[in-house]
């Protein structure tokens, strides 16, 4: 993802080029490129694919946009497609091989945000949401707050006074 000056967000793929922090897989005759950090379970084990290998990545961006960190900053690629690809992520609805959402992140991210990111990480490509999906509960998401910012702001207004700076 590339932001221009003026904040608008642009999303370039470099997972088929030869970058910097690229992995390829070469299981018999297939291969695989991309970023461990954002590959969805299916590319890993080179299975069939659809457009939702895009929505896994958007669960771990929306992860990233949340914490500030690169998912899984610490392990190796070897250890990132071990946690991704572990059998007792298809026993969880919220598979355990994720990055981890520390209870702050729970308590203060905005309703409907953390379970949509979770809806995304599904290890069975059919269980995530569609991009359509995606970006209409994004919109609810982004609503609510702009509702609640509202219902804040006048509270905040009448407590420090008509006049008054706010800290």
């Avoid at 084990?45 to 659809?50: D, E, I, K, M, Y």
């Avoid at 991210?109 to 995606?134: H, K, M, T």
């Amino acid at each position: 993802l590339l932001v221009t000056l003026e904040g608008r967000v642009k999303v370039a793929d470099f997972g088929l080029s030869k970058v910097l922090g690229a992995v390829s897989i070469v299981p018999g005759t297939k291969t695989v490129t991309g970023t461990p950090q954002y590959m969805a379970p299916e590319v890993m084990f080179c299975q069939p694919q659809s457009l939702r290998v895009d929505i896994y990545s958007v669960g771990i961006i929306m992860w990233e946009v949340m914490t500030g960190v690169i998912p899984w900053k610490e392990l190796d690629y070897v250890q990132i497609i071990q946690r991704v690809a572990h059998p007792s992520n298809e026993k969880e609805s919220v598979p355990p091989g994720r990055p981890k959402i520390d209870h702050v992140y729970r308590t203060l991210a905005p309703s409907g945000y953390i379970q949509l990111l979770e809806n995304c990480w599904a290890q069975d490509s059919r269980f995530r949401p569609s991009a359509d999906v995606c970006i209409e509960s994004l919109i609810e998401i982004k609503a609510r707050c702009a509702d609640l910012q509202q219902q804040q702001a006048p509270a905040s207004r009448h407590a420090w006074g008509q006049g008054a700076e706010q800290p």
